[in-house]
């Protein structure tokens, strides 16, 4: 109990008041309970934005040079997700255009306000403490800066553009996890990532109809139904693979119904198909990854 009372204290003054700010502005509480709440959801978020960062290989640092070309992710004190993308190949220096995204998760929303650009430009030095001014984006300036995360100098733009995109995608929904579990505690499982959320998070980023996201995502599980039930096997990414496996068949044996305990015969079975998942190296790892929570 010390120990988690000595971590909220850590908290930078700032980040402290705009927190003491937001319970004012929630349908939680006005009272000490509320902001100690908010307090450690602010730091499952930092946790979440450092974690996540460090395992797609991007590095912390206190500050960029204007002219940094490599992509690069900035949590807000306010808790905003600012997603910088590598300047374009051509643009050695680093002071052309980028592709821009801003997060910004609200206590009261399920998806995230996203706001976009193709030609955003940094207009100065990128430094925690301080906010990042920008041209030619939607946000023309943020709210201080808490945390830089960097594509390691060398890295392909291709590559930056792959990690900021997943670690955008990972954050925004998990930080949205976090608002809920904090505003509805012990009630029954966070319902985020339903089809009608994830379609909904999908067509708000991508600018797009809910309709259309929704007819090309039944379009791909059907796509990838129809391919396993034809005996081939689906490659799902950096998730792994799905296919049938041949399951033996299996002679009639005695056992006992697990509610009454009375024996009952089990009738054969022929040999017959089942889907199997194969999970990939990667997802195996990034799992392993993941603190145990001592409750679980």
Known sequence: MNEKKDELQMIPNEIREHLRGLVKNTDLPDNEDTFELLLSAWIQKDRLFTSQTASLGMEQVQSLDAGDGRGMLLLSNSGSLISLFPAGAGESTGSGPRRFEYASISLRRDVPDILKGTKAQVTGEVRTGRPVELEDAPVKKSSSIYRIAVCPAGTSLDVQETRIREATIFLTNGFVRINKQMTSPGSAPVDHFTKQAIVAYIAKRNELNQKEVRQVLDDYVSMIESAMLLGEKVNLGHLGKLSLKVRPAQKARIG?????????????????????????????????????????
Do not use: C, H
């Open 256 to 296: 006992r119904n697990p509610a009454t305990g009375e024996e009952l015969t089990i009738p054969a079975k022929p040999p017959q198909y089942v889907p199997k998942i194969s999970f990939s190296s990667y997802i195996k790892d990034r799992s392993a990854e993941i603190e145990v929570d001592s409750e679980d």
